[in-house]
């Protein structure tokens, strides 16, 4: 990504992340560009999730991990000593595989993130505003307090997480195959979504979907066997990768 | 995943584009030798077998298709599909030269030719020689042989001027030889053409190999 002038807002030196005595990432050099999408790709097991995870040090809560070498977030340490992982999550929001709205009012779902910040402001219009950039305010204008999470479809319940998180203006959104468990039309509107966030955010999307990540992101990098293979503009990637291992995996050679 | 099926429909889509294109280097070679041996006969057999030429370049760009609507390939891959419907296009345009070159005899009729044909059959030689390696080349993934392919086309060009030179001369001399001496033109034209073509398919060649693409006949092709 040398070609871009502006310091990446996340990247990672040297780091490493183990479970117990299992490396499940492997010394990755990986820099994220500043309002772009960047698709981590990669058969299952290769450490992706993993490494999306502690983009917003999910992977503290579980027993056993450690880590070794750096992410920085816009230069300063992720892991330093001080940093508050509740604010680190509300600057790098995550959005799930599953959509997981709480049992609680559309309204009350994304307002949740803004009450427990401590927001002062006007809660309702930056609740509509979250739901009109998560491009699902038309569909739920007039049930905002009537429907609970569970009333929508799942392509709308993703996209309530989404305005979830995209309600405490996140500079990061991390999203962790954030279709899979869509079908086809509420992928793609997912997919048109995450191209319009990304004027005002940066996006980093998992996806098992190589053509999920040729359609939706602008650099993409290859990952095996918890080793950062190759990262570089998704249309060179994808038409002309450098690596042998990338060719065999975007070809459907294995994975 | 090691994708078997897809594997043996890319590769039955190279050969069948081998085929073509040595269909089409025949056609190139019949053609000249109807035009040098004025056989009527086999000139219109090489003019009604470019039909078959053309059914043959549908299908294939048919089956190419469905290979990108149905497995989304991608990398070398995509480059070698993709190189397959530009090299089986310009394939179909050579074989309309060859099929020019083959009706000209028709026209030509039963006037004796104005001069013994040497340089056209050179011609035909040359680039009926340039398509087969080109193939070969592509076959290989072999970038450096497909440039050294495409700079044969030079030599190509040489005798097209060669032969409108000679051509203008005769004309010049005897204005009565100038409708023959026209598609005696025409002739190396087409068989020029059929070089620059193969220069196209030098390109691909190259694209396939380094994922670059390389102007290999800067101006022309």
């Known amino acids: ?255 | 995943m090691v994708r078997e099926a897809f594997d043996r429909e890319l590769r039955a889509l190279e050969e069948e584009v081998v085929l073509l294109g040595e269909a089409v280097a025949e056609a190139t070679l019949r053609a000249v030798d109807a035009l040098r041996r004025k056989d009527a006969a086999l000139a219109q057999r090489v003019d009604e077998d470019d039909e078959g030429i053309n059914e043959r370049w549908l299908a294939l760009e048919e089956r190419c298709l469905e290979l990108l609507a149905t497995q989304q390939p991608a990398a070398g891959d995509l480059r070698v599909l993709l190189a397959i419907v530009h090299i089986a296009t310009d394939l179909e345009r050579m074989g309309d030269h060859a099929a020019g070159v083959a009706r000209l005899v028709l026209r030509i009729g039963d006037e004796p030719l104005i001069k013994p044909l040497i340089d056209i059959p050179r011609m035909a030689d040359l680039a009926a020689g340039m398509l087969r390696d080109s193939l070969q080349a592509f076959l290989a993934r072999d970038a450096a042989w497909a440039r050294a392919v495409a700079a044969r086309d030079d030599e190509v060009d040489a005798l097209h001027d060669q032969v409108h030179r000679e051509l203008f001369l005769l004309m010049i001399e005897n204005p009565r030889t100038i409708t023959q001496a026209t598609y005696l033109m025409w002739a190396s034209h087409g068989l020029e053409r059929i070089a620059d073509l193969v220069t196209n398919v030098c390109e691909r060649v190259v694209f396939v190999a380094t994922g670059t693409l390389e102007d290999l006949n800067p101006g022309r092709g």
Request: proline share 5%.
């Open chain 1, 1 to 255: 990504m040398s070609e871009h002038v502006a310091p990446p807002v996340l990247s990672t030196r040297k780091f490493s992340l183990w479970y117990g005595s299992h490396q499940a990432v492997i010394e990755v050099d990986l820099d994220i560009a500043e309002r772009q999408i960047t698709a981590i790709i990669g058969p299952s097991g290769c450490g992706k999730s993993t490494l999306i995870r502690a983009f917003n040090r999910l992977n503290d809560l579980i027993p056993g991990v450690r880590t070794a070498g750096q992410i920085l977030f816009r230069g300063e340490p992720l892991y330093g000593r001080g940093v508050d992982p509740v604010e680190v999550r509300r600057r790098i929001g995550m959005v799930f595989q599953k959509p997981n709205p709480f049992p609680k009012s559309v309204f009350e779902n994304v307002a949740f993130g803004l009450r427990i910040n401590g927001f002062r402001g006007d809660l309702k219009a930056k609740v509509e505003e979250a739901l009109a950039r998560a491009a699902l305010l038309d569909e739920v204008k007039g049930d905002l307090h009537r429907k609970t999470g569970y009333d929508l479809s799942g392509g709308q319940q993703q996209r309530l997480c989404i305005a979830r998180a995209l309600a405490v203006d996140p500079e990061v959104l991390l999203m962790d195959e954030p279709c899979s468990a869509l079908d086809p039309i509420a992928t793609a509107k997912i997919e048109d979504l995450i191209r319009e966030l990304a004027s005002s955010v940066t996006v980093v999307i998992v996806t098992h979907n190589m053509q999920q990540a040729a359609r939706v992101s602008d650099y993409t990098a290859f990952m095996l066997l918890g080793e950062l293979v190759e990262c570089g503009p998704t249309r060179e990637l994808f038409t002309r990768p450098k690596d042998s291992r990338t060719e065999a995996y975007i070809t459907g050679r294995f994975g």
